[in-house]
């Protein structure tokens, strides 16, 4: 596991600019509705926090919970996971569901 701070407002409400969260690298399956870390294949320099949708042509589309911003697959296409965020610890602890 490791450690990943949110930044921007893509996954408001859910998660907010400043917000530490505990990430499980992407050895288990992941599910459509989890929030994720991911790379775009278009952006691979950037790394993300967004909630996977469905797969799509070997990896996933991904989207913000804030529909106010299209920094997603919206944007960018489809995106590799590389792990599922479990916790946010930092600084309103709790599951992210």
């Known amino acids: 596991m490791y450690a990943v701070l949110v930044h921007g407002p893509s996954m408001a409400p859910?998660?907010?600019?400043?917000?530490?969260?505990?990430v499980r690298r992407a050895g288990r399956a992941v599910r459509p509705g989890?929030?994720?870390?991911a790379r775009?294949?278009?952006?691979?320099?950037?790394?993300v926090v967004k909630r996977a949708v469905r797969v799509q042509?070997?990896?996933w589309w991904v989207r913000g919970d804030n529909p106010l911003v299209?920094?997603?697959?919206?944007?960018?296409?489809?995106?590799?996971?590389?792990g599922r965020v479990v916790l946010r610890y930092w600084p309103r602890p709790g599951r992210v569901r």
């Open 70 to 82: 299209a920094d997603d697959s919206r944007a960018y296409g489809v995106a590799d996971v590389a």
């Open 14 to 22: 859910t998660l907010r600019h400043g917000d530490a969260v505990l």
């Open 57 to 59: 042509d070997g990896g």
């Open 34 to 37: 989890d929030v994720v870390i």
């Open 40 to 47: 775009f294949r278009s952006r691979p320099d950037l790394l």
